[in-house]
């Protein structure tokens, strides 16, 4: 017995010592004792949030689950149905916060959303996809050019009694059949295809959303603090032209209800600008002739992930006033001649070929702001995975009900999802359990 619990001893330390000393690379564990259960370790010591892995991560018990992109049953997810996503996750918690450790295989870092590039064949500026997309024989036709994310969805105030037992299903809609207006007899009934749309099943009930979005606060050290309500409930949300989207940004709330069709159907708040804005603009060529789509803001010579908001006011990024035939753009200083080497061009004609470097980030990127900016994080691409960590209060300041409330420590359901150089579709694990230890 005395061999026995030294070679354990042992064994742990090796263990230990080769976590603490491997954090540059994603090492996923097998020693789990949950697969759905996470202990949120109590502490007086909590972790710096800055993408290296503190020693008190070691003493946090870690679930593993492998996320898996589902079939939506409305061709959604096409391309990504059953790839999956090995996820280890850790929680800490302290007197004010709650803290995150997740960490995830990834082959490659992909942070630019549908970034511009040049078309040689039509001289045209264009955006790559967000998503993989498919020609008519069902062939790739172009891999998607989309970002890599993660989001946690949590049951605020318990009022969504679904998602006790189905996590972030409760408010999953792709299946809900809506009322085709655009026929006569307006009561064709038809699948929701191509939608992914989110929406609770009563009026108060809610869900907090958080989503390390690298186009909305990631570069600013912020995920972005959203939630999901009724949406005006099944009376519009099943309607053609009604609001079938229940997820918003933290802060906003519903202004009015329409009287006319469709009936019930709210309309909110108008949120700040802020998080981003899409990078792009139409100017006519040469001046005079066809309006085309453009970059609005670009960085010459650049190879960064994002452009941000304080890049345009200093000067650093460069606003776009013209666009020649031939694709060149002009700017106060200078032109970028597309044309010359292929920084800004596709690289090669497959459907799976990259990018040049200098491609432009399709997005213009800003801080967030209020109640969207609760949750502190830091990503950390490693070269074989990610390292995320992140902390938002036990308790916020929020009083629109829009946040999970962990004050009490009791038990809370939630769902995990990763996306992988995508726009919507992602992997997910439903029916997790936090728990704290008291």
């Known amino acids: 017995m005395k061999i026995l619990k030294i070679v354990t001893l042992f064994s742990f330390i090796v263990l230990f010592f080769i976590y603490c000393t491997k954090t540059d690379q994603i090492v996923v564990s097998t020693t789990a004792k949950n697969l759905s259960e996470l202990l949120s370790l109590k502490t007086s010591t909590p972790p710096v949030i800055d993408g290296s892995i503190d020693a ?16 939506a049953g409305n061709g959604l997810f096409v391309g990504y149905i059953g790839d999956k996503y090995t996820v280890k996750l850790k929680s800490i918690y302290d007197a004010s916060y709650i803290y995150f450790l997740a960490e995830y295989p990834d082959k490659d870092k992909s942070l630019k959303s549908a970034p511009w590039y040049f ?19 069902g062939s790739l036709a172009r891999e998607g050019f989309g970002e890599d994310k993660i989001a946690m969805l949590w049951n605020v105030d318990n009022s969504t009694p679904k998602f006790v037992t189905q996590t972030c299903y409760a408010s999953c809609h792709v ?18 295809a191509g939608s992914g749309n989110h929406y609770t099943n009563g009026a108060n009930e809610k869900i907090d959303m958080w989503w390390l979005h690298p186009n ?4 600013y050290g912020k995920m972005d603090d959203n939630y999901q309500d009724y949406a005006g409930g099944q009376a519009v949300t099943n309607l053609t032209g009604g609001n079938a989207n229940g997820r918003h940004f933290d802060d906003l709330v519903v202004t009015s ?20 804005i899409a990078n792009t603009q139409n100017l006519k060529l040469d001046g005079t002739g066809t309006t085309v ?37 002009s700017y106060s200083g200078g032109t970028i001649d597309p044309t010359v080497g292929t920084d800004y061009q596709r690289l090669g004609t497959t459907a799976t070929s990259g990018i040049g470097t200098k491609c432009f980030p399709g997005n213009i990127i800003s801080n967030i702001k209020n109640g969207r ?29 829009q946040d999970v409330d962990f004050s009490s420590l009791q038990d809370q359901p939630f769902g995990f999802a990763v996306w992988d150089k995508s726009n919507y579709q992602h992997a997910i694990q439903p029916n997790l359990m936090l728990k704290f230890q008291k």
């Open 119 to 137: 078309n040689t064949t039509t001289k045209l500026w264009a955006k790559e996809p967000t998503a993989k997309t498919y020609d008519v024989n």
């Open 373 to 401: 900016a609760d949750i502190d994080a830091k990503a950390i691409y490693t070269g074989t995975g990610w390292i995320i960590e992140y902390k938002r209060k036990l308790k916020t300041g929020d009083v629109l009900k």
């Open 293 to 329: 789509a453009v970059p609005k803001w670009v960085m010459p010579g650049s190879t960064a992930d994002f452009i941000t908001a304080e890049d345009t006011l200093s000067g650093t990024a460069k606003l776009i006033t013209a666009i020649s035939s031939t694709g060149v753009l």
């Open 175 to 192: 299946f809900t059949p809506y009322m085709d207006y655009s026929v006569t007899p307006a009561a064709v009934y038809k699948s929701n």
């Open 216 to 219: 909305r606060g990631f570069a």
């Open 56 to 71: 008190i991560w070691a003493a946090a018990d870690a679930i593993e689950f492998t996320t898996g992109v589902p079939d």
């Open 257 to 276: 209800t329409s009287t006319t069709w469709p009936v019930g159907k709210p309309t909110y708040s108008a949120d700040a600008t802020q998080g981003s």
